[in-house]
């Protein structure tokens, strides 16, 4: 491919993950043309148009339409529900896009096996929007870990603080509250997570243990008198922290406009008026979730590398620990807030070494950084010659989910899963 060239960009899916990478790619026109945009809901579809400032812009209502006009561009960008990545990804594929593919890749092992085994066989290059993976603080962290200042590796602590309200928006009340229609909680939220711990470990994982369970969002929680909705007046409405009308109020940003499209513009009356029946509006105790609010994974790397996961609803960020040889590197969301620093090095035998990044503006502001890191990587990982790993590419990221798709296995069924058969067991052959 030709280094030098401007790839042309189409959407499947216009929502907001699309609409953060195509203006983000709408920075750097030397190197993006947005050409094409489908979606169901004809305002996502102009959001696009006005950001591609393409008069020759064409709009879709489906991914059919979609695919069926021929090929439009050098990258798809499926950004699409969970449940819809399989069917878009392999549909771009066989017309001979190459694909940016929004996490997950898919919603079972199976289909995950199957993408990597079509976008071989189609020659293909899929990218996997695992963006923490650009992210300054992950990057300083492999840094760190790749400049031998840790000597050997020998542990690795990581976890997820959800975040109370985030949690209630995508996984009580929203597109990922019920696993059956979706995916896993470790894999619609966490599969960054486990990417990142493989990432960082270097090696393939060979054996899961896992625990959780919805504990809080359930109905015996709710308060005495509570309404299935905040807008048919709670007893505790006014001091709940889970109130639907603050979506009219102090969290009517980044939240609402994830999910409401005329979040931007809308009165408080009218975003109310949209809560009365929209799946948001409802009680987070009187839902038909069935997420996990916490979960833990212990897990087991080659050449025996233990590392485990905690994910929590109740805590807010990401934190990571890497014990090695030669010193500990600690680092995170609260070091960041309360010590202004946002990785420790400690030695074994010297001094403290603190570090601070600088995540690059833009993008979803929980990524850290890692949207415009990805986009800009984007180019470059796509037009290098035939046969190179990408950054984050099928190669490394397929082997990331099955580490999720095996921790739910063994939350399940309450057994130690052995990575190697559990992946041999989800082969379309087996």
């Not at 907001?16 to 709408?26: G, I, N, P, S």
């Not at 009580?172 to 486990?194: A, E, F, N, Q």
């Not at 509570?226 to 979506?247: F, H, I, K, S, W």
């Not at 038909?288 to 979960?295: E, F, G, L, P, T």
Request: glycine share 10%.
């Amino acid at each position: 491919m030709d280094h030098g060239k401007r790839l042309r960009l189409a959407c499947i899916g216009c929502g907001a993950r699309a609409q953060t990478y195509t203006q983000l790619a709408a920075r750097r026109p030397d190197e993006y043309e947005i050409v094409a945009g489908a979606d169901p809901v004809p305002e996502r579809v102009e959001k696009i148009r006005r950001t591609s400032a393409n008069p020759g812009f064409r709009g879709f209502p489906s991914a059919e339409a979609i695919l069926g006009a021929g090929k439009l561009a050098d990258v798809m960008i499926v950004a699409t529900q969970d449940n819809f990545h399989f069917e878009h990804c392999r549909g771009a594929l066989e017309r001979g896009y190459d694909v940016l593919l929004e996490k997950p890749i898919a919603t079972t092992a199976a289909q995950v096996l199957e993408i990597e085994r079509l976008a071989r066989q189609a020659g293909r290059r899929v990218m996997v929007c695992f963006v923490l993976r650009f992210a300054a603080f992950y990057r300083k962290v492999k840094e760190i870990l790749d400049s031998g200042a840790l000597g050997e590796l020998v542990s690795l602590q990581a976890s997820e603080g959800v975040n109370p309200w985030h949690q209630a928006h995508s996984f009580v009340r929203g597109h990922w509250s019920v696993v059956g229609k979706s995916s896993p909680m470790i894999l619609s939220k966490c599969c960054h997570d486990t990417d990142i711990v493989h990432w960082l470990a270097g090696r393939r994982c060979t054996r899961v243990a896992s625990f959780g369970s919805l504990e809080f969002f359930r109905p015996a929680r709710a308060p005495a008198g509570a309404p299935a909705r905040c807008t048919e007046g709670c007893p505790v409405g006014d001091t709940c922290p889970y109130n639907a009308l603050r979506y009219a109020g102090d969290l009517r940003f980044p939240w609402l406009p994830m999910v409401y499209d005329r979040a931007q513009d809308a009165s408080a009356e009218e975003i109310v008026d949209w809560l009365r029946t929209s799946p948001w509006g409802r009680c987070v105790y009187r839902c038909d979730n069935d997420a996990v609010d916490r979960q833990v994974l212990a897990l087991e790397f080659e050449g025996g590398l233990p590392a485990t996961f905690a994910m929590t609803a109740f805590a807010s960020g990401r934190h990571i620990e890497l014990c090695g040889t030669k010193g500990v590197l600690k680092g995170g969301e609260s070091y960041r807030q309360h010590f202004g620093t946002h990785l420790v090095l400690l030695p074994h035998e010297g001094e403290p070494v603190r570090y601070t990044v600088q995540a690059e503006d833009g993008g979803y502001e929980l990524h850290g950084g890692g949207d415009p890191g990805l986009v800009r990587a984007l180019h470059g990982e796509m037009t290098q010659p035939a046969g190179g790993p990408l950054a984050a590419g099928l190669d490394s990221t397929v082997h990331s989910h099955l580490i999720a798709f095996a921790a739910e296995e063994a939350r399940r069924t309450g057994r130690l899963v052995d990575l190697a058969e559990f992946e041999q067991g989800c082969r379309p052959d087996a």
